[in-house]
Structure formats: structure tokens, C-alpha cells
């Protein structure tokens, strides 16, 4: 079975600076796909990025972009320019790019609060 | 707004109590997923359906129970209630099985918070 582990319980980050957050997985599959997602206090899911694990390019959106390293099993958030409204629970999570044996589960790590001091 | 809307918000309820817990995908979105949120299991995959049928199982009690009906809207039943089940209940949704790659991204509804008392 695929584990995601954030070993950052908590981070904080100065407003305008940049912060990174770290996530690694086990797995024995090639084909996978790998995401960020964002829990403000509303609780609401957003998703933030998502990497498929067959492109080697990093995937960017705005201020977010992740550091894939496939070999290493890696996958860190990096929020370029910090702003007060970044903060929130972060969770890594993975999903099979088997879909007859797993479905599309997602698979959470243990998520990071994020804190931004102005 | 995800587009996938759930109903309550927010439900309080007694130990050995019976409860249902509703969600509508986003148009067009074949595929739902239920979770779990809670403070000593952090969030766990329960179940999914595709146009009306199961098609993953996670770590769902036998006391809980889910089902897709054919207009896609989901509900989940969750049967004599113990304190350990006050949690935040998501749905999410998706366009396809997970057989489409990018396009099958699930997006989260605003979640059920169950409390038991």
C-alpha cells in the first residue's frame, strides 16, 4: 500500500517570504500522480497543484511550485511570495495511476500548518 | 466554490443513532469519493462510485453504507453511531474513473461535520 508522510507538523513563513514544505511517499508503482491540497479554517479542500509522475518538468501555478524528485520518492511545495491569506493545513496526497486495482483514492499525508506572520 | 455541494453542514446526533449524509457532484462528474477527517485518523478514503456503481472500497465500517443514484447524487448512511465516528465527512467528485489521467482531478465539497454525543 502507498504512505504519504509530511514530517512537518507545523512551518511559518514572514509575509512576501518564501517557504517550502516537505512530503515524501512509498510506492512501487511507475504511474502516479501526485497533489497538493489547501484546508483554510473553513475547512474546505482546495486543491492547489498537481504533478503526474511520468512528466519530469515541475509543475508551477502563480506563486506555488513543487520540487518533484522521483527517484527520492519527493514531492515539496515551495509558496513563492507569501501572503496572509496562505495560511491553512496543507496535505500531500497520491492517487494510483492504476485505476483497475485502487480506483482514484487519494492517499493524505498527516498535512503541515502552515502559519504567515505579517 | 468546488461546485459540489453537501447537505448538512453540520449534524449532532446520539450514540446508537442512524444518519444520512448527502452529496451532488459537479455537472457532469461521473465519479464520487467519500472521506474521513478525523483528529486521531487525519483523512481516510472510504469509497467510491462511478455512474452508479462501486468502485473502490478504503477503510469503511461495515456499520456505514453508501450508494450513487441514477441522477449521480450520492448518499452516505452511517448506522449505530459511536463517539468515534464524530468526524468531517467530504465528498469530491470527478469527471472520470482515473483511467483519463489529468482530466481526473477530485474537486472536495464543504463537508458534513458529524458530531455524536
Known amino acids: 500500500a502507498q504512505t504519504v508522510t509530511q514530517s512537518q507538523p507545523e512551518m511559518s513563513v514572514q509575509e512576501a517570504e518564501t517557504v517550502t514544505l516537505s512530503c515524501t511517499y512509498d510506492?512501487?508503482?511507475?504511474?502516479?500522480?501526485l497533489f497538493w491540497y489547501k484546508q483554510p479554517p473553513s475547512r474546505q479542500m482546495i486543491l492547489v497543484i498537481r504533478q503526474e509522475a511520468y512528466k519530469q518538468q515541475n509543475a508551477t501555478e502563480n506563486r506555488f511550485s513543487v520540487n518533484f524528485q522521483k527517484a527520492a520518492k519527493s514531492f515539496s511545495l515551495k509558496i513563492s511570495d507569501s501572503q496572509l491569506g496562505d495560511a491553512a493545513m496543507y496535505f500531500c496526497a497520491y492517487r494510483s495511476g492504476v485505476a483497475e486495482t485502487s480506483g482514484s483514492r487519494l492517499t493524505f499525508g498527516e498535512g503541515t500548518q502552515l502559519t504567515v506572520n505579517p | 466554490d468546488s461546485g459540489v455541494t453537501q447537505t448538512p453542514k453540520h449534524l449532532i446526533t446520539a450514540t446508537g443513532q442512524r444518519v444520512t449524509l448527502r452529496c451532488s457532484p459537479r455537472s457532469g462528474d461521473l465519479s464520487v469519493y467519500w472521506y474521513q477527517q478525523s483528529l486521531d485518523q487525519g483523512l481516510q478514503f472510504l469509497i467510491q462510485y462511478y455512474n452508479g456503481e462501486e468502485r473502490a472500497k478504503g477503510n469503511i465500517l461495515e456499520r456505514f453504507s453508501a450508494q450513487q443514484f441514477p441522477d449521480l447524487h450520492s448518499e452516505l448512511n452511517l448506522s449505530s453511531l459511536e463517539l468515534g465516528d464524530s468526524a468531517l465527512y467530504f465528498c469530491a467528485s470527478s469527471a472520470s474513473t482515473g483511467l483519463a489521467g489529468g482530466r481526473d482531478t477530485q474537486y472536495f465539497g464543504p463537508g458534513t461535520r458529524l458530531t455524536v454525543l
Open positions: 510506492t512501487s508503482e511507475s504511474d502516479y500522480y
